[in-house]
């Protein structure tokens, strides 16, 4: 019990540590980075939640973004009950930004946790299962997630999956079984990505099982394919009442797949065809597993210059892979001690042995000294041992194969094209195509084979002191690798520009613009903004929808005729942000800022300065370029049909 604890408050520690100053800021504040808006929609949804709850709207349908026509959420992509009930419940009793962080933290907290569970079940040592837990939980891609993808931090339920799926092999206990039915339905409940990862795991184990000592069974021992069967049987039965128990959260993925997939053309808006080049582009390169993140206060700027290179890729979110040389080394070890064992086993034998006992210390038997058996005629040890031959084995082949599933469709050597899993995949599921995010299951496998390395390597000394020394050493290296400030990652998102808090006292039912106008892809931003002003917005409306298809000839603000489909839409007021038009190196958007003015039916009322971050070494929402606020006083004018 006090060992629990102790390991619950350390990753906790940790948590906070690593993700500093966020817990100190948790209600003000996220986590987040420079290069991406995408935090801002989950915070507005968590506002609409609530704002919905209060105001006895509707959950499914909102008219606060695309007016008049509103907005259908929930109906035509995945989405998973459990994450909307969780969502639900959190925006009504908290706020927006205290709905995200809990989500953020508590992910790195369990992906600690069911680390530690997988790699101590294995390894029966609780330096290495820490070591694990530490190398996963708190790798670069969980923070980059963080900063970006709030769905993509839920990867804890691949390591619960896989403990669930390894219990259920050495003991099918209605305890087991029910535990991994759980774990599957954790798995497939919040992100498309983590459930793809997880399945393909699962499957990976399914395989490995099949196929180890596959000769032995075949020509020695066939009834040892039964115990696999059985095991088969069970894996594909708890899987299929877990699909059956979330099969509604499923309906707008099979009758969309079909819908889109074949029937429209591939493009990135496209939810269920995605185009097959974003394959190359959004595949793990080189150098994304051997470099240390940008973030990296020491390291960062020497990566940089890679990025954008073939050798590292064009994401610093989406190639943002790096193992670490620490884990790297130890998981090395532990393939090494694998293979040595490997070579001995293949020896010939002598008659009617059944076992070969090899001494991982190497040296005499010592009380205590941990031994790996190898059975070469029976099933594997029975429940409650650990068979490390196998399990090491497994890691391995799941590191080589999630390696392969970040790769390119293919490779091209000498004219001579290797095809890669992506290429095969994309035929299944031509709605994925970021398969450099396998990064987080070759993550896994590597910190779990680190563990191992760690157990070898601490056998090799008597001190338990020593022990301790080299673990808490082989952390501090591991945690410095990944650390990721200062400058600290995060952002002021309780302060609004002030264009907005004017906005807040204007009379309530009013609708605005804001302009430049989001007609290709929403603008998060604006989303977000709405969080303060509480007035509802023709903005946010999803291509391939009417409303989308109306705002499209409201692009160009200079138009008169823009002006009165306004007015019909029912807008008051326009925002103007000055920067989003004179950042940019299209001539046309700096020259139609110009001509705003010019409008006849707009009347300039307002105008904001611009305005900058509280502090100068943090981020914020509050920091923007000069505002302009105009009334909409054209006559309505209908937009064509």
């Known amino acids: 019990m006090r060992r629990g604890t102790f390991i619950i408050i350390l990753f906790a520690f940790l948590v906070c540590l690593t993700t500093f100053p966020l817990i100190l800021k948790i209600g003000t504040h996220i986590p987040g980075f420079f290069s991406t808006d995408e935090p801002y929609g989950a915070l507005w949804d968590s506002w609409r939640i609530s704002n919905s709850f209060d105001n006895g709207l509707g959950f499914k349908h909102s008219d606060f973004i695309a007016y008049p026509f509103g907005y259908d959420l929930y109906v035509s992509a995945f989405f998973s009950f459990l ?4 969502t639900y419940v959190l925006s009504i009793i908290t706020t927006p930004v205290l709905t995200y962080n809990l989500q953020v933290l508590t992910n790195l907290f369990l992906s600690a946790v069911f680390t530690y569970l997988l790699v101590f079940k294995l390894t029966k040592n609780r330096f290495s299962a820490i070591f694990s837990g530490v190398i996963f939980a708190f790798c670069p891609y969980q923070f980059v997630r963080g900063w970006q993808h709030l769905g993509l931090t839920y990867n804890q339920w691949i390591p619960l999956a896989l403990f669930a799926a390894i219990s259920l092999r050495e003991a099918g206990t209605l305890r087991v079984k029910i535990l991994f039915l759980i774990s599957l339905l954790l798995a497939l409940s919040f992100d498309f990505s983590v459930m793809y990862f ?10 490995y099982t099949l196929i180890y000592k596959w000769r032995i069974k075949l020509f020695r021992n066939r009834l ?3 115990d696999d069967w059985v095991y088969l049987k069970k894996i594909v039965v708890l899987s299929a009442l877990a699909f059956v128990i979330l099969m509604p959260q499923f309906f707008p993925i099979i009758k969309n797949v079909f819908k889109l997939s074949s029937s429209t053309q591939a493009q990135a808006i496209n939810a269920y065809h995605r185009p097959f080049e974003d394959l190359f582009e959004q595949s793990a390169k080189p150098l994304s597993y051997l470099l240390p993140s940008t973030a990296h206060p020491l390291f960062g700027k020497f990566t940089e210059q890679y990025v954008g290179t073939q050798a590292y890729g064009v994401s610093f979110t989406e190639h943002t892979l790096y193992l670490g040389w620490v884990p790297l080394i130890l ?4 393939f090494r001690r694998w293979r040595k064992g490997k070579k001995l086993r293949d020896s010939p034998q002598k ?5 070969e006992e090899i001494n991982l210390r190497d040296s005499p038997q010592r009380a205590g000294t941990v031994k790996l058996e190898i059975n070469l005629r029976d099933s594997p040890p029975k429940a409650g041992t650990v068979p490390m031959d196998f399990y090491i084995g497994f890691f391995v082949f799941l590191a080589i194969t999630t390696w392969l599933f970040s790769q390119p469709p293919w490779w091209n050597l000498f004219g001579f094209k290797i095809y890669l899993p992506s290429f095969f995949m994309y035929k299944i599921l031509p709605m994925y195509r970021a398969y450099c995010r396998f990064g987080i299951v070759l993550m896994l496998a590597i910190a779990v084979l680190a563990g191992f390395g760690l157990k070898f390597v601490l056998e090799k000394r008597k001190n338990r002191t020593a022990k301790a020394g080299m673990f808490i050493l082989l952390c501090a290296l591991v945690l410095f690798e990944f650390w990721n400030y200062p400058p600290f990652k995060v952002i002021e998102v309780s302060k609004f520009p002030a264009a907005y808090n004017w906005l807040r006292e204007e009379p309530a039912g009013i609708v605005i613009a804001e302009y430049p106008l989001d007609a290709r892809d929403q603008n998060e931003f604006y989303k977000y903004y709405q969080v303060r002003h509480n007035k509802k917005m023709i903005n ?9 298809k109306v705002i499209q000839e409201a692009i160009q603000l200079s138009d008169l005729r823009t002006a009165g489909i306004l007015k019909w839409l029912g807008v008051r007021y326009v925002l103007v942000h000055q920067d989003r038009y004179l950042n940019t ?9 110009s001509k705003i003015n010019k409008n006849h039916g707009l009347k300039l009322i307002k105008s904001f300065p611009a ?20 009334e909409v006083v054209a006559e309505p004018l209908k937009p064509k049909e």
């Open 351 to 355: 008659a009617g042995a059944v076992k």
């Open 611 to 630: 305005e900058q971050c509280p502090k100068e070494d943090e981020m914020c929402i509050q920091k923007t370029g000069p505002i302009d606020v105009y």
């Open 224 to 226: 040892l394919f039964r």
């Open 585 to 593: 190196e299209l001539i046309e958007l700096k020259e139609e800022l």
């Open 198 to 207: 997880t399945a393909v795991t699962v499957s990976l184990l399914i395989i």
């Open 540 to 548: 946010g409306s999803i291509r391939g929808t009417y409303a989308n």
């Open 331 to 334: 998981a090395f070890v532990a």
């Open 83 to 86: 994450w909307i009930g969780i």
